[in-house]
């Protein structure tokens, strides 16, 4: 029997990320002459087996061989060496003894290139650098051209920095370290930050160089959040604005621990759980439709809805991730939605494996999309209780689906496991589509009328202050959440394991039965 060809194309893009996945451990711009030519001598083997033979296990073969050489060539076009024309090689390395006025600051013009990152006492940029203009203690220093990203970190609440902006930054330019078990430095590489400045002083000198499209996308984002909190009370107005924009800025920190010790931080952030509400309250809006129909609906509001917060990468990544699960329950548990799935993993890594190496929110993502594709149809029987209205069956399903396939990895990579996560996200998965959508709506509304907005907004109000009361219920129970320190990634992995052997197992009894016997000839 031949081997399927969806299996040619599987395994090209599982092994491309399994090993672009393992050089996590050896980056360098430059892989050793040896390993290209058994690379090569193996493709050429392969490749003459399969033609001479005819044997689809050579071409299968062959298949890992290119997927290996991409994650190889990938890998050494992305790995950062610092230059003299690099920023971060005029960044030092900060004792943990010394004092800021014994350290050398420097003059740095470039453009901020991000949406800045407001929050109570100060406010991030990113800033794209072209010019060191000096050293402070070194005021005859001549100019140097370099490049690079830099996140710079303003203290004074005025004047206030946008996008777009040619400025001046000053301050002690450092490399970033690791902050207690947080591998910040890392954190920063996924965007190509490697280096910062902490207590920056800064100068606008002219406006309007960025990107008109992502100047009117962020300008109509802090809009957007302006009016939300003039529609709400705090702390409701900020949960609201991390449910819609991924924005935390202004939720109390006790909430955000009872969030943590209940499971529930991924409702407050961006990602593919959010996008999947999205989906689940077009679909459930539109249940008197063919499920066909709805597709385009779910598509063009995730669209909208990722131009509408910013499309900054992570909110795009998500989109991306979203949208398969979208197909994935569109086409159900065939082939092709695996193939979309790595194909879709697969370009993001490819644009940046370091996505794929640190960023815990694409890993989390990913496997909550490969629940949603696998796990949910699973799940479709024991939620047939529940009401379909306004999707309430369908984000059950799905959250109960992302948390079976990500909960370990959450625990491998933080240390923490929350007992009472289930329970939470089974009370709290009704509510959050319903305050996302009157939440959404009033706000939008509250753009041209305040009155009426609030009224609107009133209902999500409600489901926000029964979510923060069983938030805060759950985390006070005893043992509600235990720190879990130092699990070994190989229970992990067993984890894993089990769950795909669960799901084969309908696949392996359909394809095993014994064929039934022909009927006697002499009955």
């Known amino acids: 029997m031949g081997i399927p060809k969806s299996w040619y194309t599987i395994a090209l893009f599982l092994t491309f990320l399994a090993v672009a996945a393992a050089l996590q451990w050896w980056q360098v711009p430059r892989f050793p002459a040896e390993i290209w030519i058994i690379l090569l001598l193996s493709a050429v083997v ?79 940029y990113v800033v794209e650098v072209d010019e060191i203009n000096g050293i402070v203690e070194m005021p005859y220093m001549e100019s140097l051209r370099v490049h690079g990203k830099i996140l710079v970190t303003d203290h004074a609440f005025y004047p206030l920095h946008a996008y777009g902006d040619e400025v001046i930054v000053t301050g002690i330019l450092e490399k970033p370290t690791q902050i207690e078990d947080f591998a910040y430095d890392r954190y920063l590489s996924r965007y190509g930050i490697y280096a910062v400045i902490y207590r920056a002083e800064i100068e606008t000198l002219s406006t309007g160089h960025g990107s008109r499209f992502f100047s009117f996308l962020y300008h109509l984002k802090s809009r957007f959040e302006y009016t939300l909190n003039r529609l709400l009370p705090e702390p409701h107005a900020s949960l609201m604005a991390g449910l819609l924009t991924g924005s935390r800025r202004g939720i109390p920190d006790h909430l955000l621990k009872d969030f943590q010790a209940t499971g529930l931080t991924h409702i407050i ?97 990913f496997l909550s999309v490969l629940g949603l594709a696998y796990l949910s149809p699973f799940l479709e029987h024991p939620m047939k209780f529940f009401p379909v ?107 894993y394991e089990v769950l795909i052997l669960f799901l084969c197992i309908p696949f392996l009894t359909t394809h095993t039965q014994t064929p039934a016997a022909p009927p006697s000839p002499l009955a």
């Open 46 to 124: 392969f490749l003459s087996v399969g033609l001479i033979a005819r044997s689809n296990i050579a071409f299968l073969f062959l298949c890992i061989i290119i997927g290996t050489v991409c994650a190889f060539l990938r890998v050494s076009q992305t790995t950062h060496i610092p230059s003299v024309e690099s920023v971060d090689s005029f960044a030092i390395d900060r004792p943990h003894d010394a004092k800021e006025g014994n350290l050398p600051r420097v003059m740095l013009h470039g453009y901020i290139s991000d949406e800045p990152d407001r929050r109570p006492m100060k406010t991030k």
């Open 269 to 365: 952030a961006i990602s593919g759980y959010n996008i999947a509400i999205v989906i689940a309250v077009i679909a459930g809006s539109l249940f008197f439709l063919p499920l066909k129909w709805r597709f385009l609906p779910s598509f063009l509001a995730i669209l909208f809805f990722t131009l509408f917060v910013g499309a900054s990468p992570s909110v795009v990544r998500a989109a991306l991730m979203g949208m398969l699960g979208l197909f994935a329950l569109h086409v159900g548990r065939e082939k092709h939605s695996l193939i979309v799935i790595l194909l879709t993993a697969a370009l993001m890594a490819a644009w940046n494996p370091k996505m794929l190496w640190y960023d815990a929110g694409f890993q989390l993502s």
């Open 389 to 495: 209205f306004l999707g309430i069956r369908e984000s059950l399903t799905m959250t109960l689906a992302a948390q079976f396939s990500a909960v370990p990895l959450v625990i491998l990579l933080f240390g923490k496991f929350s007992l009472v996560a289930p329970l939470a996200n089974l009370l709290v998965a009704p509510l959050i589509p319903f305050a996302m959508l009157f939440g959404f709506l009033g706000t939008l509304v509250g753009f041209f009328s305040e009155p009426l907005g609030r009224f609107i907004a009133y209902p999500g109000f409600g489901a926000l202050e029964l979510v923060i009361n069983i938030a805060q219920f759950l985390s006070n129970l005893p043992y509600a959440s235990m720190n879990i320190a130092g699990v070994s990634g190989v229970y992990v992995l067993g984890y």
